[in-house]
């Protein structure tokens, strides 16, 4: 059981705006580490301009809705593979019998 006490409203910026806005160098990184409650497809979408530049993307992911309009594995493999990645490594780090799993997920170029 979920309860709201109350929301807050906050301004955000995709990936690619924070990087350029802190005028970081993209290509001193190897891997891009996500957890970010469900959104991390919004993200990923959002970083378009340095997927290019990664070899590695490590997440964590679901199989199930864990939350309104989150993301599961498959939906982030099928989006990472546009941009040459491919899974190769999912662990199982929490089980619920009536939703699913959680995973570590780690992509890497194909």
Do not use: P, W
């Amino acid at each position: 059981k979920v309860n709201y006490i109350n929301s807050i409203k906050l301004k955000s910026s995709t990936l690619n705006t924070l990087i350029n806005k802190e005028n970081l160098n993209i290509k001193e990184y190897q891997a891009l580490i996500l957890d970010t409650q469900g959104s991390e497809l919004l993200v990923l979408k959002g970083a378009s301009e340095i997927l290019v530049n990664m070899n590695y993307i490590v997440t964590e992911a679901a199989d199930f809705d864990s939350y309104e309009g989150c993301c599961k594995v498959d939906d982030l493999s099928q989006f990472l593979q546009k941009y040459g990645f491919k899974e190769i490594s999912r662990k199982k780090f929490a089980y619920h019998e009536k939703a699913g799993s959680y995973y570590d997920v780690i992509y890497g170029k194909k």
